[in-house]
């Protein structure tokens, strides 16, 4: 059982030349909805590479939240920690996607920014008996840091995607198995420019040091930079013509924590990620992007064997 603890929105995707500057209006394309979130992208990309997901969240009491609930539901979740929040809409986010691929993204959090403590202490059992616990930062930070420190009370793995870039709390990391920063968010979290493989290399080494057993620096078309105590170098990406690099992030982070959730040797577990990734930018949407098991087999055949 993979447990996902995050942020749930409705993605409104506006198809665009270009990202506009400050200040600036300028004539898009296609638009349509999709349903996003962090947490909510994280858990589906693990439900479709295969593990049992449980997904702990609020949505607001409206129809983007009857629409992300019931999408849950057709991809398998266990949606019986999902509470419905009487108080605040579900979230939202707006998002504007070139024509490179490249995006740029504004949120607004709604009932994500409700959840609790006691969202999580209701999830208790479930959480306890998980083989992994995946968690990323759109939700209000107190609630990620009592859920790592329950799961590390209970020798469970927690997987935190340190996404958006905020400072953490020490004790935070301290409960962290595995970090997957990207560049700018381990550059925030060390004060270190990821600029070069060699800085990579140690700004991973000093994210080790502040608690997490393994770190994973994802560089985007680049690959990800793999820090553990066996092994530590850069496993290149798999190639693919990027459409929209919305959700990359997050159905890496998802894929993995199924592989892990399956026990794959962590070096495994990273190309069974990138794949899942690399499919992912071939289309539009976040969680609509998210690859099946079969698809990331399919492309992990074909390029490695």
């Not at 959090?109 to 202490?121: E, M, W, Y």
């Not at 107190?142 to 927690?158: G, K």
């Amino acid at each position: 059982m993979v447990v996902v603890i995050g942020s749930s929105n409705t993605d409104m995707i506006i198809q665009v030349p270009r990202i506009p500057g400050p200040g600036e209006t300028i004539l898009g394309g296609a638009f349509h909805t999709a349903a996003g979130g962090k947490g909510a992208n994280q858990a589906v990309a693990a439900a479709r590479a295969g593990a049992e997901v449980a997904f702990i969240a609020r949505v607001g009491a409206d129809m983007f939240g009857e629409r992300a609930v019931a999408g849950f539901k057709a991809d398998g979740l266990d949606v019986q920690y999902v509470k419905i929040d009487d108080s605040a809409p579900s979230g939202v986010a707006q998002i504007f996607v070139a024509e490179d691929g490249e995006n740029s993204i504004t949120v607004a959090g709604g009932a994500n920014a409700n959840l609790c403590v006691d969202d999580v202490k209701a999830a208790g059992d479930v959480m306890v008996n998980a083989e992994v616990v995946l968690m990323q930062l759109e939700t209000p930070i107190e609630t990620i840091a009592f859920a790592a420190s329950l799961a590390h009370e209970n020798s469970v793995p927690v997987l935190l995607n340190p996404a958006p870039a905020q400072k953490l709390p020490p004790e935070l990391l301290r409960h962290v198995t595995i970090l997957t920063p990207n560049e700018s968010e381990a550059e925030l979290l060390t004060g270190l420019k990821v600029n070069c493989e060699e800085n990579t290399a140690i700004a991973a080494r000093m994210l080790r040091d502040m608690g997490p057993k393994d770190v994973i620096i994802t560089l985007g078309a680049t690959g990800v930079f793999l820090s553990t105590s066996d092994f530590e170098g850069l496993i290149p990406a798999f190639k693919t013509k990027a459409i929209d690099t919305t959700a990359a992030g997050d159905v890496f982070n998802g894929a993995l924590a199924a592989a892990l959730a399956e026990n794959m040797p962590m070096r495994r577990a990273v190309q069974f990620s990138q794949a899942a990734a690399a499919l992912s930018v071939t289309k539009l949407g976040a969680q609509p992007s998210a690859p099946r098991r079969e698809d990331i087999e399919a492309l992990l055949k074909r390029t490695l064997q």
